[in-house]
């Protein structure tokens, strides 16, 4: 089966990475991108809106990744849900919890297929750790991701805006590896958000979880050596750690040996095989922790940024 795809919103992350997964992928043909600034460099048609591709191309469309920011997702995405289009969505999913589940309801209705994509989830480390984890209870967590927000997101403004999640636009990548791994739920207990005095979301963030020694801290501030690491012990002595993004896994002192470090590959796989089937996968729960670490975060102000 080819599965006709479209990418909605070509900025870095299409190019760099979809763009290269859908061309390696033998089921995905690209035949179309949308584009509000154009983007000819595509190789495709290029449209300035998903009505005016869908109007171009009635019924040559079988699916469309979302690659825009998230705060115009939501809107993009039920639209696409509405003509029947198969739905992936990068992350994270939209600008709010409520939207994400809203979308979900709209894909379970129409009978549509609807990905919310956490690229980190496919690391490979991922699925191991979460094998050697299964049945146990976490005694302790430590999520440490501290990376440097200039050489990730140079000059893009949007990312600084309410809907554009600051550094929990990275933060939620290890929330995410948490969700899949971790045998119990997280819960926030307390939040921090540190956010510089001309932006309008953090630079740095901490979260404590119930249930112990459980935490997490992100830092866009760190300009030398990047962090991407989690450790988990759990109480039967069980000791646990995701290093280098979820590239390498450490078990009770001995590291594993772990294929390639291919996210985006796994990621259209998942989403190859869930089309066919009008299938949904849904992770909602990184967004609802960060929904509800942003009601109770205490805002800490720091200096101007950029």
Known sequence: ?????????????????????????????????????GADEAG??????????????????????????????HAIAAEAIAAGIAVMLEKPPA?????????????????TCLFAAWHSQHAPAVAPAADL?????????????????NRWHPGQEWIWEPEGFGVLDTGINALSIASAILPQPLFVEAAEFTIPSNRQTPIAARIRFVGGELGAA?????????VREIHVATASGRRVAIVEGGARLIADGTEHPLGPFAEYPALYARFAALVPDRAI???????RILADAALIARRLSTAAHG
């Open 218 to 226: 992100f830092d866009w501030r760190e300009t030398h050596e990047e």
């Open 1 to 37: 089966m080819t599965i006709r795809i479209a990418i909605i919103g070509f900025g870095k992350i299409a190019r760099t990475e979809h763009v290269p997964a859908i061309a390696a992928h033998p089921e995905f043909e690209l035949v179309a991108v949308v584009a509000p600034n």
């Open 133 to 149: 984890l299964k049945g146990e209870t976490v005694t302790q967590l430590a999520i440490e991701w501290r990376e440097d927000v």
């Open 44 to 73: 495709v048609p290029v449209f300035a809106s998903l009505a005016e591709m869908l109007a171009a191309m009635p019924g040559e469309v079988d699916a469309v990744s979302l690659c825009t920011p998230p705060s115009v997702r």
């Open 95 to 111: 600008a709010t919890f409520g939207e994400l589940e809203d979308l979900e309801a709209r894909a379970r209705t129409a009978g």
């Open 281 to 287: 996968d849904v992770d909602s729960a990184p967004m």
